[in-house]
């Protein structure tokens, strides 16, 4: 089971990114309902660390459980 990232919840601040020690946080091409820049995880490599949820700023954007449903990929 992975972590998933929100894509309408995400704000794009990537935090998470740098702080992945598995780099399976990706940027999406577009951009999410809000308007911004939003990220997303690739399920096949994420550890379910909990790094990614523990260091974003916004409330909601990353679920702890694997979620096709609510984030995009953005490809
Ligand atoms: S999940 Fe959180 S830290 Fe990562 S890009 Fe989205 S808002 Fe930023
Ligand atoms: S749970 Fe860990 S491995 Fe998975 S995306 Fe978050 S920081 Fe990366």
Redesign the pocket.
Known sequence: M??SISSDICEGIAD?VS????S??KQADGKNSKGTDYYW?DFN?????????QVCPVEGA?LAEERPDLQKTGQ
């Open positions: 992975a972590h998470c702080a992945c020690p598995v399976c946080i995880i490599t994420c550890i379910d660390c909990g790094i990614c949820l990353v």
